[in-house]
Nanobody, 118 residues
């Protein structure tokens, strides 16, 4: 069974940092890219970042580039999202998902809440 479990969210002041984790199981981790998404109340879901576990290629949304860093620990089947210089507009429920190819995501985690206070 494919499972993705996020953790690491919380409440932080503006300018602070958090590291999110996405622990994957039930599939060959190296065969898939993993993406991070977020959704704030009343807003559409936004793609934040992604990483290919096989070759390490990464993608960042313009809104987080230079502040967030995605990484992958293939030995632990875990993808991390290091978030620095957090802003109130980063407040959202953050999800990770498995890329089935051509940026199609079928398996999602339950999400972890990030709240940035001003």
């Amino acid at each position: 069974e494919v499972q993705l479990v996020e953790s690491g969210g919380g409440l932080v002041q503006a300018g602070g940092s958090l590291r999110l984790s996405c622990a994957a199981s039930g599939f060959t981790f190296d065969d898939y890219a993993i993406g991070w998404f977020r959704q704030a109340p009343g807003k559409e879901r936004e793609g934040v970042s992604s990483i290919s576990s096989s070759d390490g290629n990464t993608y960042y949304a313009r809104s987080v580039k230079g502040r967030f860093t995605i990484s992958s620990d293939n030995a632990k089947n875990t993808v991390y999202l290091q978030m620095n210089s957090l802003k109130p507009e980063d407040t959202a429920l953050y999800y990770c998902a498995r890329d089935e190819g051509f940026c199609t995501y079928e398996y999602w985690g339950q999400g972890t809440q990030v709240t940035v206070s001003s």
